[in-house]
């Protein structure tokens, strides 16, 4: 398996403080690398340090076999970024600004630009200056200039942010096309659980500056487990019947909220139901349910303790 | 190198750049002019009329360069596009560099050309109205020529100054008010002689000025942005 990008227990200190410590990512070539944490997590800081805009303060970036070093500006050429909102040179025109940084990026084809603009979707403004765009034009836009000069790495920074719900899923099948048809890799950060599982094939979870976990989707989707919620007015009871007269003792009380969910799935829910009301428990409502890969990566982010500690 | 240079004068436009250096010589041509109407207080000869108007073509183009400074470097690092050129597979330095070289250049040619012309018009309003009787020989020109060249070098040097200043909170108004201090601090008169008639000032506050520049590109390949 070769890799695009790796970071070898990448560390930046800021003012005395780790705000990135010791990450080791490894992005797999042609994959969608989801790199998922709230804000504030190091994200764009990891982002900003492959990109070449911050140097580390020890550890390394690996991209495409080359250490990179301040002098590394031939790999900048075969990558494309676009770290946090993306900035333009204001004044000019969307047309404009894409020519300027093909000359800069060095890459002369004539009709890559249209072309980018039309993937991203983003259509008559050819005479209106960037300062005019909206958010979410300008997100197009900063996409459409990162993958204009047709990058082997895409790095993309919340790219959906500021976007409407229809623009999210253009962007979601444009990304997936560039990995499927183009073979580009794709590192995409999100504060956004949703978005990331739907598209990408490895996950990179970032807490605190930390790298928390690093899993493929498939490995997630097998982790997944199947519970039975219950809802119910007198939880204590419920307990009693499920341990003493039903022999379950996988489950769980939510805390003072009287749902009890169910992890144990040798009774099936009709049984289930059955015996309860048998016994007296009220039951208001009663569901098979998928742990979904949401809950799987709150525990991560919100201080999984229990998931770091059993890796 | 050249390539860089062009990209960035794409950025600037260099019609809205001429155009200000007319006003701008206009304005001196004009002051001038009423410098030279005055009889009591007016020049006597080429010489005293010459180096006034190189001078303030000087302070003039000074203060502009600050405002290209501030285009094309301070506020590139304010709105952040510096961070999308340090993207770029381009060394750093190479890209500053460029930035400095443009402003260099500018107020160079700037001061040399704009000189002339007002020397130029100043010379032929003389014909006309005369101001003064005394003539404009060969000898004053050359003087006046080899002052200029070396001046207008000194110029460019002193014009990037006030990059160190504004650089170090990336600030506007910083920079602009820098160069403004420094032209006020080099062309002050006292008595009627003031620091810049000596050429050795200038010329030493344009090797400062170019090494400042260089002090404030030296870091750029190792800093954060």
């Known amino acids: ?256 909220s009287g749902v009890l969910r169910i992890y144990d799935l040798k009774v099936p829910p009709s049984e289930l139901t059955r015996s309860l009301i048998v016994n007296g428990v009220p039951v208001d409502s009663i569901n098979r349910k998928n742990h979904s890969l949401e809950d799987y990566f709150m525990e991560l982010i919100q201080g999984g303790d229990r998931h770091v500690a059993s890796r | 190198m050249l390539h860089l240079v062009r990209l960035e004068l794409r950025k600037v436009k260099l019609g809205g750049i001429v155009r200000t250096s007319a006003l701008t010589l206009l304005g001196v041509l004009g002051f001038v002019l009423l410098i030279g109407s005055d009889e009591a207080e007016g020049f006597k000869n080429y010489e005293e009329a010459l180096t006034i108007i190189e001078m303030l073509v000087r302070i003039a183009f000074i203060i502009y360069a600050s405002v290209l400074l501030s285009k094309l470097v301070v506020e590139e690092y304010r709105n952040q596009t510096m961070a999308l050129l340090f993207t770029y597979p381009i060394s750093r330095k190479k890209l500053l560099l460029a930035k400095l070289l443009i402003v260099g250049a500018i107020t160079f040619a700037m001061v040399v050309i704009g000189t002339v012309l007002v020397s130029v018009g100043f010379y032929l309003f003389n014909e006309k109205l005369h101001y003064f009787a005394a003539p404009l020989t060969t000898d004053i020109v050359k003087t006046q020529a080899i002052h200029l060249v070396v001046n207008g070098i000194a110029s460019a040097g002193m014009a990037l100054v006030p990059l160190f200043f504004g650089m170090l909170r990336k600030s506007v108004p910083t920079t602009i008010v820098s160069s403004i201090l420094i032209v006020a601090l080099v062309n002050a008169s006292n008595n009627g002689s003031s620091l810049g008639e000596n050429i050795a000032v200038p010329i030493t506050l344009g090797v400062i000025g170019f090494f400042v520049a260089y002090l404030s590109i030296r870091n750029v390949e190792h800093a954060d942005l």
């Not at chain 1, 070449?52 to 070093?69: A, D, F, R, Y």
């Not at chain 1, 958010?135 to 790095?155: H, N, W």
């Not at chain 1, 959906?160 to 794709?186: A, C, H, W």
């Open chain 1, 1 to 256: 398996m070769s890799y695009v990008l790796r970071t070898h227990h990448l560390t930046k200190v800021y003012g005395g403080k780790e705000v990135v410590s010791d990450v080791s990512m490894n992005v797999k070539k042609g994959e969608i690398y989801g790199f998922l944490g709230p804000n504030g997590a190091g994200k764009t800081t990891i982002m900003r340090m492959m990109t070449n805009l911050v140097k580390p303060t020890s550890g390394e970036i690996e991209i495409m076999g080359e250490k990179l070093t301040h002098s590394s500006y031939e790999v900048l050429k075969r990558m494309g970024n676009m770290i946090e909102n993306p900035v333009f040179y204001d004044k000019m025109t969307a047309q404009q600004n894409l020519e300027l940084h093909c000359e800069y990026m060095g890459y002369y084809n004539k009709n890559a630009i249209g072309e980018a603009l039309k993937l991203v979707n983003l259509s008559n403004v050819e005479r209106k200056p960037v300062k005019e765009f909206s958010l979410g034009m300008k997100q197009r836009l900063g996409i459409a200039r990162a993958i204009t000069t047709k990058p082997e790495l895409l790095i993309l920074d919340e790219p959906i942010n500021g976007l409407d719900p229809v623009g999210i899923r253009e962007l979601r099948d444009l990304f997936l096309m560039l990995s499927k048809q183009y073979g580009i890799t794709l590192l995409i950060s999100s504060h956004i659980l949703g978005e990331m599982e739907q598209i990408a094939d490895t996950i990179g979870v970032i807490r605190a500056g930390k790298l928390a976990e690093e899993v493929s989707m498939d490995a997630i989707r097998g982790k997944n487990t199947e519970y039975i919620e219950l809802y119910t007015s007198d939880a204590t009871k419920a307990a009693f019947v499920l341990e003493n007269v039903l022999h379950i003792s996988n489950f769980r009380i939510t805390e003072g």
